[in-house]
């Protein structure tokens, strides 16, 4: 069966660590693959995209890896503040017909100050 | 970035009645809307594709007569959940989906949080 899976558990961290958070999926060959933030009680927000033939993307302090053999995608939050605490969406997306995102459950983040 | 707003952010209602929940987008013509349920500490599933001046696509699973989509101009998609009971209290939220081949972004309303008493 198709599987997208993100840390169930939430994620602590102290202020000014690095978080990662993990998102692998089985039995997909997405095009893209998106990261979102959502806080409690409204839409996600989208934060970065990367392509299947893309290694790595960054966007000031966020970066993220896609590893289409090991099917998993890092996301890296450096020099983190407990503003980033929100949970995060790992999203599929697959080419033709309306763009479809197939979304991870999420990790919810929490950084201590 | 592109705007999608929707309506209500909460609403409460009563077991048996409808509800209609509207998303539109505010700054672009959106010619297909994703709708998407979340229930806490759960991925979004969606529901429905709605599509301008067509018929919604519905996934598998989801009933299309208690879950009526329309999408009546390419500015507004409407949910409506009818006859609503307890087990369809939820997070509904809309979407326009990403353009030019999924490279990039896709758009979210904020959100309805549905109660049904």
């Known amino acids: 069966s198709q599987k997208i899976e993100q840390n169930s558990e939430a994620l602590n961290i102290q202020e000014g660590k690095t978080a990662t958070l993990t998102c692998n999926y089985t039995n997909y060959s997405p095009a893209y693959l998106q990261w979102y933030r959502q806080d409690p009680g409204r839409g996600p927000v989208f934060l970065l995209l990367i392509r299947e033939n893309e290694k790595e993307k960054r966007k000031e302090r966020l970066k993220v890896t896609f590893d289409t053999t090991l099917k998993q995608s890092l996301f890296h939050i450096t020099a983190s503040q407990p503003a980033d605490s929100a949970t995060y969406l790992c999203?599929?997306?697959?080419?033709?017909?309306?763009?479809?995102?197939?979304f991870g459950a999420g990790t919810r983040l929490a950084v201590h100050p | 970035g592109a705007v999608v707003s929707q309506h209500p952010s909460r609403v409460i209602c009563k077991s048996g009645t409808s509800v209609k929940i509207e998303c539109r987008s505010l700054?672009?013509?959106?010619?297909?809307m994703f709708w998407y349920r979340q229930f806490p500490k759960q991925s979004l599933m969606l529901m429905a594709t709605?599509?301008?001046?067509?018929?919604?696509?519905?996934e598998q699973g989801v009933e299309k007569d208690k879950f009526l989509i329309n999408h009546a101009s390419l500015t507004l998609s409407t949910l409506t959940v009818t006859s609503a009971h307890p087990e369809d209290s939820s997070f509904y939220i809309c979407?326009?989906?990403?353009?030019?081949?999924?490279?990039?972004?896709?758009?979210f309303g904020q959100g309805t949080r549905l109660t049904v008493v």
């Open positions: 709605s599509n301008e001046g067509s018929k919604a696509t519905y």
């Open positions: 999203a599929l997306v697959f080419s033709g017909g309306y763009n479809k995102l197939i």
């Open positions: 700054d672009f013509q959106a010619t297909t």
């Open positions: 979407s326009a989906p990403p353009v030019a081949g999924g490279n990039t972004e896709a758009f």
